[in-house]
């Protein structure tokens, strides 16, 4: 880098003395173990198709040099920039270069793309966010999303404290090691400092200015995923010349890798058209393509997996869509006290699913019970209801304590009473004047709520009912506000806004999935008792609601080159009936990295927990690391932070 800090990478390249364009992927994620079986995937299938493809670490992670920073911070950028640079010297390139990545990756080549380095002439984004606040890990509506904030500090937290691996480094790991700790600070901290829309996230929120973005961009998103509307966003902003979108049926993953929910797609074929237009000229027609692509899943039974939704893929020309009406359903009956359970949202399933067997959100019958609900039967001799975008809901509340926030669920109810979530959102009351200020409810004045869900596409059968679940708390994604005093819901006043979409019989098709020959990596075998996916455990006595979640990231994996990486996390949100200031969150992590050929083994071991008063947030982090077992770091940092909005 400009300032002599090397940054690790792995470059495939073609079988050609021919320059070629280059493509990038940009991430903290460690290039060598953690994201080596998707690397695998997608690199070397780029180079075949003549591209060179390029890997690499952020700086302060995996075997690149230098500290360990916040999440896309300045240097993280300005880094971005210079390999970009760098990439379109190099003899072998043509001088053209795009990036590509999911997730982190997505959003650092969207921000990249808008500091307009002059050979990034095209971007592939997948599950990325436009903006940091509203639509990433950290907020909802304003709230603070306890479960996001909480569960991914911790995984943060615990991944920066990875040491190099000497493999790749030599001696040098144990001093680079040392002096990343030195550096690492629990991240939540800093998120939790900042409860409105402020400075510090509009920083890389390319929403601030889609105009500096000068790339192409292809969008790409999945209905389980929470950065969804990203993909709708971008495609409104920039024009349409330079952009494309598609929306599938998937979670937080890469759509040809083939996890549920499916069905997959041949996405590096689209991908490569992408490339191949924008970085080679090649008139290909991928231009002629719809502006949006978007799956709309049909009813379907309630379940935590899927391996393939049903439904089909629409084509739209532009956004919003000739092809989408608003339609407003009022609400009927009379006003009607919301004052749900502390424990309400339980069953909200996991923030970002990522395929596994208890990802999704299960039947909805409980939290149903637990909220105001308005139901719009479907005619039974009818048309399915088709709806594309986001809904949007106006609710008449009237606040019985000066905090507290809504939240709304859109699901379809099938003749069966089973209730299958579609969409959410949620509103803090101090956010309804806009996400970058905090004013008080106006207690036992009744006022308008204006908020939208994320967006889906979905088809409502006939003999079905749209159903519009409204609740005053929604843990633990939603963190609760300390009144929680509930509100009373108006329906003469209250609505619902569903963006119906006209039956269209669109001519979409995909490739079959194609990828490059997998990576060899081992996966011993786990125990047999190993522990459940996602538990919830009520103490009646009590009055508790504790949910145990494992997130799943690896287990344990052996790598070709003789490494040895076990991953175990266990995430715990627990609240009890009594009131909201019992809420607290508590995540423990334990890695363990091992070459034995080399008699090398770094452990790395973390704690973080939330709790809460009236007055602020208590944060306990813990990191503990050892070099053969041996103690080698220990750090606690224990902060209390102001709730100001949160």
């Not at 092809?323 to 923030?351: E, H, K, L, M």
């Not at 996602?534 to 690896?554: S, T």
């Not at 009936?577 to 090398?600: H, K, V, Y």
Request: aromatic share 10%; net charge negative; charged share 25%.
């Amino acid at each position: 880098m400009p300032d002599g800090v090397p940054l690790y990478a792995r470059v495939w390249r073609p079988v050609t003395e021919e320059p070629v364009p280059a493509l990038l992927e940009y991430l903290p994620y460690r290039l060598t173990d953690w994201t080596a079986p998707r690397d695998q995937q997608r690199h070397p299938w780029y180079a075949g198709h003549g591209y060179a493809s390029v890997r690499v670490d952020v700086r302060g992670h995996g075997n690149s040099g230098g500290l360990p920073g916040d999440e896309y911070d300045a240097t993280e950028l300005a880094d971005g920039v210079a390999v970009v640079n760098w990439l379109a010297e190099q003899p072998w390139c043509t001088g053209s270069v795009g990036m590509f990545g999911i997730s982190w990756g997505g959003c650092n080549a969207l921000q990249v793309a808008a500091l307009a380095p002059e050979p990034l002439k095209a971007v592939v984004t997948v599950c990325s966010t436009d903006d940091r606040y509203d639509n990433d890990v950290h907020y909802m509506g304003g709230s603070v999303l306890g479960v996001g904030t909480h569960a991914w500090g911790a995984a943060v937290l615990a991944f920066s404290c990875r040491p190099p691996d000497p493999e790749h480094v030599g001696d040098e790991w144990r001093t680079m090691w040392l002096r990343r700790l030195e550096a690492v600070e629990p991240l939540v901290d800093t998120w939790l400092s900042h409860q409105t829309r402020d400075a510090y996230w509009r920083h890389g929120s390319v929403c601030e200015d889609y105009g500096a973005i000068g790339a192409a961009v292809l969008a790409v998103g999945g209905w389980h995923d929470p950065y969804r509307d990203t993909v709708l966003r971008l495609v409104r902003h920039l024009p349409a010349d330079r952009v494309r979108g598609i929306v599938g049926p998937w979670s937080h993953q890469y759509p040809d890798r083939g996890l549920p929910p499916g069905p997959a797609i041949g996405f590096l074929q689209e991908t490569l058209r992408w490339w191949d237009h924008h970085l080679k000229g090649a008139a290909n027609g991928v231009m002629d393509e719809p502006l949006l692509r978007s799956w709309i899943s049909d009813s379907h039974p309630p379940a935590t997996v899927y391996e393939e939704l049903p439904g089909r893929w629409v084509a739209d020309p532009a956004w919003p869509s000739p092809n989408v009406t608003p339609v407003t359903y009022g609400f009927q009956g009379s006003p009607v006290v919301v004052d749900s359970p502390q424990q309400t949202g339980i069953d909200a399933g996991r923030f970002f699913p990522f395929g596994n067997d208890a990802d999704l959100p299960p039947d909805q019958r409980e939290e149903d019970a637990h909220s105001a609900c308005f139901d719009f039967p479907v005619p039974e001799d009818g048309d399915p209801v088709e709806i594309l975008g986001r809904p949007s809901v106006t609710l008449s509340l009237r606040a019985a304590a000066p905090t507290g926030q809504v939240i709304a669920r859109l699901c379809d109810i099938a003749p069966d009473g089973s209730s299958t979530l579609v969409t959410r959102g949620a509103l803090n009351f101090s956010a309804r004047h806009g996400r970058d200020r905090a004013e008080p409810a106006l207690i036992g004045e009744t006022e308008a709520f204006v908020f939208e869900l994320n967006g889906i596409g979905h088809a409502f059968a006939p003999g079905h009912r749209v159903r519009l679940a409204v609740s005053s708390t929604y843990w633990p994604w939603i963190w609760p506000r300390p009144d929680a005093a509930g509100f009373t819901l108006d329906p003469a006043g209250s609505s619902l806004t569903l963006p119906v979409r006209r039956r269209t019989e669109d001519a979409v098709a995909w490739e079959e999935p194609e990828q490059a020959a997998p990576l060899e990596v081992a996966h011993p075998a786990a125990p047999e008792e190993r522990r459940p996916e996602r538990v919830v455990v009520r103490d009646v006595a009590k009055g508790e609601w504790r949910l145990e979640v494992d997130p799943k990231y690896g287990g344990t994996r052996v790598y070709p080159d003789g490494l040895e990486c076990t991953e175990d996390a266990l995430e715990t949100c627990t609240i009890e009936e009594s009131g909201p200031l019992t809420a607290r969150t508590r995540s423990d992590w334990t890695i363990r990295l091992r070459r034995p050929d080399r008699d090398w083994d770094a452990g790395v071991e973390t704690r973080s927990e939330i709790t809460c008063d009236a007055e602020a947030f208590h944060t306990w982090n813990e990191v503990v690391c050892r070099e053969g077992g041996e103690v080698v770091f220990r750090r606690t940092w224990n902060k209390r932070i102001p709730r100001t909005a949160g």
